[in-house]
């Protein structure tokens, strides 16, 4: 019987004498490196390091405003188009481009509340305190200068707190005591929805399902509205009140609410009694919301003097940006190319942010391009190994948002360690602790 063995010829692996250096056998293949895990670790660990080296999100700031910037606006037709309004009436319509102010108005005596944009991009509408709702022409604004007489005016009978235009038809909507539906021809508001709510903080359409818009009241309710049948379809009330509410562009079932106990809440309309997400990290009430037109990540502003960027499928923020002389954040957006931010914050100025804060901008080489998407493709791989993902989380944030933090887990921790004693004690029959978190602070709901 013949046995085949495999054999090498000991004159590839044997020194002739003690000071030649050995052989190694090596391969060429990168696949098949014998360091290839190490290796590929520590350039991931260079990545993340990298981009927290260059990671400086401030661009610019706008000045104009003579007081606090409460709300702003985008151009759906123009990327470089904003309009603001602030808290002495003035309205100033921006060019992101040059960083200019396109036109200055003074339409309101008080705070300007809401500022929305029609589809078309010709016309902006802005409500305030004063109960009056102005009309003005947004079409070359640059070239042609318009007065402040020449803006249209409807007085109401209630003060407003919001707008926001009908994504098809020429009708938008304003919150208050009420929400009235308005004809951009009318004076007189078409219909009126009320379902026995106090004052109306927020309304927002439907970017998708158009005929469906959502509001939030100061009794702490959200409610749903079909402008066709002009009734209600569902409410939930909360444990506290909703600040600000913002649809999903690319999910029209799906809409994140800003509230007053520091958190976010994801819900889907056709299931509100339990949320799909809660969003923790701000130390303090969340004053507005808006999403990336990817609809994969919002940004959120508030009274801590922070701005934060959440993923939607995520709990915690993925971002924060803050500066020494920023203060309370009134209104945010998303650029519609995903590329910025903007923020509107009480010591007049509107702030401009990169989206990704470690982004580089300006013309890159295909070599650049080609190392950012294998740096990205590592981060990804290696997203879970704790070296990298302290670095990739670590933020440097102010002190008081630090304190408050900590003091926020302190009480947390003491409340939790309260009921379980309790528990324990059999002082409560039922456990708090176990309901989740995504419904116990909803309240009640109704349809």
């Given at each position: ?172 909507a304003t919150s208050g005591g009420v929400v009235d539906l308005w004809s ?54 909360m444990g506290m009140k909703t600040n600000a509410i913002c649809w999903n ?62 993923d939607i499928k995520e709990g915690r923020s993925k971002e924060i940006y ?126």
């Amino acid at each position: 019987m013949k046995v085949k063995v495999i054999s090498r010829n000991p004159a590839e692996y044997t020194r002739k004498t003690k000071h030649d250096i050995q052989r190694i056998a090596t391969n060429i293949d990168p696949n098949l490196h014998p360091l290839e895990a190490p290796r590929e670790y520590q350039r991931a660990m260079n990545a993340v390091k990298l981009d927290r080296l260059f990671a400086k999100p401030f661009m610019g700031s706008l000045a104009g405003h003579n007081d606090g910037v409460m709300c702003m606006a985008k151009d759906p037709t123009r990327l470089s188009t904003i309009v603001s309004g602030a808290a002495d009436g003035e309205v100033k319509v921006w060019d992101l481009h040059t960083r200019a102010c396109l036109h200055t108005a003074q339409l309101h005596h008080g705070f300007v509340h809401g500022v929305c944009v029609t589809p078309d991009g010709t016309k902006f509408i802005t409500v305030g305190q004063d109960k009056h709702i102005r009309i003005g022409k947004l079409k070359n604004v640059a070239d042609e200068q318009q007065d402040d007489e020449e803006a249209m005016t409807i007085v109401s009978k209630n003060f407003f707190t919001g707008v926001d235009h009908h994504r098809r038809q020429e009708m938008f909507a304003t919150s208050g005591g009420v929400v009235d539906l308005w004809s951009m021809h009318r004076s007189e508001p078409i219909t009126t929805f009320s379902w026995g709510a106090d004052t109306l903080t927020a309304v927002k359409f439907n970017p998708v399902e158009v005929n469906v818009l959502a509001t939030a009241a100061d009794d702490r309710n959200i409610a749903l509205y079909d402008v066709r049948a002009a009734t209600p379809i569902r409410k939930i009330v909360m444990g506290m009140k909703t600040n600000a509410i913002c649809w999903n562009p690319m999910e029209a079932f799906n809409f994140t609410c800003a509230n007053e106990d520091n958190n976010l809440y994801t819900f889907d309309m056709r299931k509100m009694r339990s949320a799909k997400n809660v969003h923790k990290d701000h130390v303090s009430a969340v004053l507005d919301i808006d999403y990336s037109p990817t609809g994969t990540a919002f940004v959120s502003g508030a009274y801590d003097k922070s701005i934060r960027i959440f993923d939607i499928k995520e709990g915690r923020s993925k971002e924060i940006y803050h500066t020494k002389r920023m203060q309370r954040i009134f209104a945010v957006k998303w650029s519609s190319d995903a590329k910025y931010l903007l923020s509107g914050s009480d010591e007049m100025n509107i702030r401009l942010w990169k989206a990704n804060a470690s982004e580089a901008l300006g013309t890159q080489s295909a070599r650049q391009r080609a190392a950012k998407k294998y740096g990205d493709a590592l981060k990804d791989r290696f997203k879970h190994h704790p070296e990298v993902r302290r670095i990739q989380r670590h933020r440097h944030v102010p002190k008081a948002i630090y304190k408050a933090r900590s003091n926020k887990t302190s009480m947390e921790q003491a409340a939790k360690r309260k009921v379980r004693n309790a528990v324990d004690n059999k002082s409560i029959k039922s456990n708090p602790l176990k309901d989740s978190e995504r419904s116990k602070h909803i309240l009640n709901e109704f349809e």
